[in-house]
């Protein structure tokens, strides 16, 4: 298995997926239900939306979530993890309805609890300041756990290709070189920044493998932020990625919303798998994998559920006709030449019936005689043509030939089972005042709607966003005199994107 992001009902995917393939399953679910993830926009949206679309009460979400972690458990090799992250909320009942159930009491190995530092006073009780991550493992005997860690736990296990270092007031991170640009990426170990100096003693309890994590949560201005309202911090899910996991192990989040899991994985030499249902979640999550890409040697794939018409439109001919048979159920030709109008075969009932492919518009009659032509060289009189669309003549020549000679040859459009959209047109309306550039995409078209914009301010070979997620298509920018690129890519509601390169030249 590469690795993977895929969109949709993380239920339905886990059932494709082979049992016994995963070493480490992190899962932060929603408190509502994915058929109404747009809520996650608004941060109040978790809390109000978990009264609205549970309205069965708990029970219903507890029934929605156990049939998942059965799912999850069954992916889990031998010696594998479960971390569940959940808070007061549903806690209690997670522990007792799903995990001890499925995963068994003796497995469980941890309660972990995450204290944050979050601003919000309460009058009436004292204030929430923890969540909840359950650790089962899925065995009693055997598992992973590089417990003797320190600090969020990645001095010990630190990549290969990562060098531990300090800084001149003690700070310590670990770097990594990019080869190509010679760039130096940094990541502090110390993302601990507690408020209260009563905690500072407390602190020194995270660099013991102990269950509890004082780690805050990402605040609007973190530098991490990407602007996904329930984003977990980086270096929570470095410290369960790096106890219980080893390089090259495979790593999934299946509720993988902003992604942060799957960019520590990367970070962290693991292979990995990102569900989500959500559009956004899939393709901010490419975006953050994108922004770091000279550090990543291994490729990743992307499954959305459409196709954009142009892209298939403009692929080369031989191509599109094993793409379209393949899609169609049926078996393309291996050979690319002399199919004598024969590019493949669907067997339906032990009976074969020919197909041939048509990269265009409007197929017209001649396209059927030969067709006809080709089958009767193949002693057959079944068949299927495959083309964008259909012209008169080619239909009522169709029909002429069942009824005198009882053809029995169907014409198909390819949107009748490839799902087709056309990604959006991007246009982008620029104006500056002296250095400060205001870039306007609100004139985008997309036939679907637009899910999210993300700019990169200095395009060079790879896009590599300055802005993740912006929701409005409106960015502002400030420039040193000098010549730019500045890349604008919209995401459509199908995660369709396309991207519009903008030149522009800074005088002052
Ligand atoms: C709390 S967020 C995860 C945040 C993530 N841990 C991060 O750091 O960004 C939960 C995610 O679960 C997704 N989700 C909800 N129901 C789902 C389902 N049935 N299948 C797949 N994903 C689902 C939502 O779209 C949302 O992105």
């Not at 479960?82 to 997670?94: E, G, P, R, T």
């Not at 911090?233 to 299946?254: G, K, Q």
């Not at 993988?256 to 569900?275: K, S």
């Amino acid at each position: 298995m590469c690795n993977q992001l895929i969109l949709g009902d993380n239920l339905e995917i886990m059932k494709t997926l082979p049992s016994e393939s995963i070493d480490l399953i992190y899962i932060d679910p929603p408190f509502f239900s994915n058929r109404n993830y747009a809520v996650i926009w608004g941060d109040k949206g978790e809390i109000r939306s978990f009264k609205d679309i549970w309205s069965g009460g708990i029970e219903t979400y507890i029934n929605w979530l156990y049939e998942r972690v059965e799912e999850i458990h069954r992916l889990l090799k031998p010696t594998g993890s479960f971390y569940l992250h959940c808070d007061w909320h549903a806690n209690a009942y997670i522990r007792v309805h799903i995990l001890d159930k499925i995963f068994g009491e003796k497995n469980f190995r941890n309660e972990i609890i995450w204290i944050y530092d979050t601003a919000g006073r309460t009058k009436k009780n004292f204030n929430r300041k923890h969540d909840n991550i359950f650790w089962y493992s899925k065995n009693s005997k055997k598992w992973t756990f590089n417990g003797n860690v320190k600090g969020v736990g990645i001095e010990r296990k630190a990549s290969n290709h990562m060098r531990l270092g300090e800084d001149k007031n003690g700070r310590k991170f670990y770097e990594k070189t990019d080869k190509n640009t010679g760039k130096v990426y940094r990541w502090y170990l110390d993302k601990f920044k507690i408020r209260n100096d009563c905690w500072k003693d407390i602190k020194a309890m995270n660099s013991e493998p102990a269950d509890i994590i004082f780690l805050n949560a990402l605040n609007r201005g973190a530098k991490e932020r990407i602007g996904y309202p329930t984003q977990k911090p980086e270096a929570l899910l470095e410290r369960i990625i790096l106890v219980s996991s080893d390089e090259n192990d495979t790593v999934a989040d299946f509720f993988v919303g902003g992604g942060t899991t799957i960019i520590v994985a990367e970070r962290l030499n693991r292979n990995w798998i990102g569900v989500d249902s959500s559009v956004a979640a899939i393709k901010v999550t490419e975006n953050r994998l994108y922004k770091e890409k000279n550090l990543f040697q291994r490729p990743f794939s992307v499954k959305i559920h459409k196709y954009d018409f142009d892209n298939l439109n403009n692929m080369n001919a031989f191509e599109f006709e094993h793409f379209a048979i393949e899609q169609f159920g049926g078996i393309p030709n291996k050979k690319q030449r002399s199919d004598l109008g024969i590019d493949g075969i669907k067997i339906i009932d032990n009976e074969k019936f020919y197909i041939q492919v048509k990269q265009s518009k409007k197929i017209g009659r001649n396209v059927v005689d030969n067709f006809k032509s080709a089958i009767d060289r193949k002693k057959s009189k079944n068949g299927f043509i495959l083309a964008w669309s259909f012209g008169r003549g080619a239909i009522s020549e169709i029909a002429r030939l069942k009824r005198e000679d009882n053809y029995n040859i169907q014409l198909i459009e390819i949107k009748t089972f490839i799902p087709i959209s056309k990604k959006p047109k991007i246009d982008v309306n620029i104006e500056n005042q002296g250095n400060t550039f205001k870039f306007d995409a609100a004139k985008t078209e997309s036939e679907i709607g637009i899910e999210f914009f993300s700019w990169d301010f200095d395009f060079k070979d790879d896009f590599k966003p300055d802005i993740l997620l912006d929701k409005t298509g409106f960015a502002e920018k400030k420039f040193k005199k000098g010549k730019y690129k500045v890349a604008c890519k919209c995401v459509d509601l199908d995660g369709l994107d396309n991207i519009e390169i903008i030149d522009i030249n800074v005088n002052s």
